[in-house]
Nanobody, 124 residues
């Protein structure tokens, strides 16, 4: 089975930067999409970014484009989310995941698997 472990979360000052990492194991074709989502307290998960594994093409949520970027780990066993100019409203639990397809900044197509999440808290 697919296993994903997020790391890099924690407190950060507004306007600062943070890099989240996802370590992946057990992924085999035809899982071609890697993605990040986030969940605010009491809210549903929302799409943050996605990456097509074969090409490296990325999609960033419209509201986050220009501040967030996504890339594959150069070790070949994971992927990252680079967060810049963070705002208090970015505070959430961030999840990394894999799926059959990317759909915009989100995912589509079973199996869809998410990690356990990592907390990001932006202080004003």
């Amino acid at each position: 089975p697919v296993k994903l472990v997020e790391s890099g979360g924690g407190p950060v000052q507004a306007g600062g930067s943070l890099i989240l990492s996802c370590k992946v194991s057990g992924v085999t074709p035809p899982l071609y999409c890697m993605a990040w989502s986030r969940q605010f307290p009491g809210q549903e998960r929302e799409a943050v970014a996605s990456l097509i594994s074969n090409s490296g093409t990325t999609y960033i949520a419209d509201s986050l484009r220009g501040r967030f970027t996504m890339s594959r780990d150069n070790t070949g066993n994971g992927f990252n989310l680079q967060m810049h100019s963070v705002k208090p409203e970015d505070s959430a639990i961030y999840y990394c995941g894999t799926a059959r397809f990317c759909l915009g900044a989100g995912v589509s197509g079973e199996p869809i698997t998410w990690g356990q999440g990592t907390q990001v808290t932006v202080k004003s």
